[in-house]
């Protein structure tokens, strides 16, 4: 059974606090905010177009859903009341039930402090507990290095690469496959 409680608060490299938790209802605005500030940032996600506050009250509502049916895990990191990243899992369907798909993003400020290694080891703590899983994908762009370094750390490998997959800044890039066997 879950802990929907979950709140778990965190120190930095830096000092800083941040607290770990499942989204909730009246999140919406932080969560607009962030995405959109990712999107306006042009990083390395796939999403290029902002989010409305209707789509963010669908996501939000469909992560709950997802981690009530203990078909996937949602973890927002917040500074204070600023949210600060975002790691998901979505649990594959059908034969492929035991997969699950990880998914990572950090405001520019939080990043290279550690935040993304505690967010990627507390969502696969999680998974391994709930979602019945043993074995994580996740693509990532082959750019970014700072990102394939820390997977790798974290134990993930290489399978696959498609080749100039992704449209980024006027460019094809390819998309590198991963995987992690739990």
Do not use: W
């Not at 699950?100 to 935040?115: T, V, Y």
């Amino acid at each position: 059974m879950i802990n929907y409680n979950f709140n778990k608060t965190i120190t930095l490299k830096t000092g800083q606090q941040v607290t770990l938790r499942y989204p909730q209802q009246n999140d919406i605005d932080e969560v607009l905010n962030y995405i959109n500030k990712l999107v306006e940032e042009d990083v390395f996600i796939l999403l290029n177009e902002k989010k409305t506050k209707e789509e963010e009250v669908k996501f939000i509502q469909n992560a709950t859903q997802e981690i009530n049916d203990q078909k996937g895990l949602v973890i927002f990191a917040f500074a204070g009341e600023k949210l600060v990243g975002i790691t998901n899992i979505g649990k594959g369907r059908f034969r492929e039930e035991n997969n699950g798909e990880l998914g990572i993003s950090l405001a520019k400020e939080f990043r290279g402090l550690g935040l993304g290694r505690i967010l990627i080891n507390e969502i696969i703590a999680q998974a391994k507990q709930y979602l019945n899983i043993n074995l994580l994908i996740l693509a990532v762009c082959a750019p970014n290095q700072v990102a394939l370094n820390l997977y790798q750390s974290v134990g993930f490998h290489e399978y696959g690469r498609l080749p100039q997959a992704v449209k980024y800044k006027d460019q094809m890039i390819d998309k590198i496959l991963m995987y992690k066997n739990l």
